[in-house]
């Protein structure tokens, strides 16, 4: 198994498997790297929504969408950039890239051994184990 680091990054899929991509740990940012495009997430993120999803004790949608599109209530999306949330808002750092957060997240915290995750075509959900 991988530990995280931009040389041995974590090999991941997304939940329906339609998208491989890498992510690794770089100081207090997460880097996913998706074909040639470079997200960046605060590395907190994994904790942070970790302990949201232990507070929902329930599945949660995923809801991924672009920076530039309303995120769905109450999704996994929607708390990536709730102004609510632990860091105020976006846990994604590259403007124009924000987004995403219930796409590529979800799958990091499935391989840490922190959720369970759906592997359907559409409509994927979450829940903390």
């Known amino acids: 198994m991988t530990d995280g680091t931009p040389d041995d990054p974590w090999q991941l899929t997304t939940a329906p498997g339609s998208s491989a991509y890498t992510m690794h740990r770089d100081g207090e940012l997460l880097v996913c790297r998706v074909g040639s495009t470079k997200l960046t997430y605060l590395a907190r993120a994994v904790d942070d929504l970790h302990a949201w999803l232990v507070e929902r004790a329930d599945w949660v949608d995923l809801g991924a969408a672009d920076e530039k599109k309303d995120a769905a209530p109450g999704t996994v999306e929607a708390f990536g950039r709730d102004p609510g949330n632990p860091v ?6 590259r403007n124009g890239y924000r987004g995403r957060f219930g796409m590529y997240l979800p799958p990091l915290l499935e391989r840490l051994g922190l959720v369970e995750l759906t592997h359907d075509p559409r409509n994927n959900r979450v829940r903390a184990i």
């Open 88 to 93: 105020g808002g976006w846990y994604g750092q």
